[in-house]
């Protein structure tokens, strides 16, 4: 989540993405990330597990990790989550379907977020906000 100046559209947003190091597994900030969304009233989450091309595409870590958000997610009450396996840096499930995981059958990233968009009425693309923390920014 952004603090800061951007941190005031996190409390209208219907949407969070919050995205979970595919080779370090929920750290601090991702779990940090999830409940700062809970507290917000956020409701949909879209956990987007990165860096997969470090951990050779593999369906088994994938799983793992969507296991242990899905875990944390039920704890803060957070009642739809959708988890995408991505590379950023190659754009394995960015955009385009990746080849590398053909054991992935859900949406990519953006076709999640243009499900997101089309099927609700008081969506708006504009209220998305970055799940980024500025450590920096946020420490009292």
Same mark, same amino acid.
């Given at each position: 989540? =952004? /603090?800061?100046?951007?941190?005031? %559209?996190?409390?209208?947003?219907?949407?969070?993405?919050?995205?979970?190091?595919?080779? *370090?597994?929920?750290?601090?900030?991702?779990?940090?990330?999830?409940?700062?969304?809970?507290?917000?009233?956020?409701?949909? $989450?879209?956990?987007? $597990?990165? *860096?997969?091309?470090?951990?050779? +595409?593999?369906?088994?870590?994938?799983?793992?990790?969507?296991?242990?958000?899905?875990?944390?997610?039920?704890?803060? %009450?957070?009642?739809?989550?959708?988890?995408?396996?991505?590379? =950023?840096?190659? %754009?394995?499930?960015?955009?385009?379907?990746?080849?590398?995981?053909?054991? +992935?059958? %859900?949406?990519?990233?953006?076709?999640?977020?243009?499900? /997101?968009?089309?099927?609700?009425?008081?969506?708006?693309?504009? *209220?998305?906000?970055?799940? *980024?923390?500025?450590?920096?920014?946020?420490?009292?």
């Amino acid at each position: 989540m =952004a /603090c800061g100046p951007n941190a005031t %559209g996190a409390s209208t947003a219907d949407l969070a993405v919050i995205l979970i190091d595919g080779a *370090k597994g929920l750290l601090p900030q991702t779990r940090r990330h999830a409940f700062i969304a809970s507290l917000l009233g956020i409701t949909k $989450v879209l956990a987007a $597990v990165n *860096k997969m091309d470090l951990v050779e +595409y593999r369906e088994d870590v994938f799983l793992r990790l969507q296991d242990d958000f899905l875990a944390l997610a039920a704890q803060l %009450g957070i009642a739809s989550v959708q988890c995408v396996p991505i590379s =950023a840096l190659e %754009g394995d499930n960015v955009v385009d379907r990746s080849k590398r995981m053909p054991w +992935y059958q %859900g949406p990519t990233l953006l076709e999640h977020l243009e499900r /997101c968009w089309s099927t609700s009425r008081l969506f708006r693309f504009r *209220k998305m906000i970055p799940c *980024k923390v500025f450590a920096s920014r946020c420490r009292p």
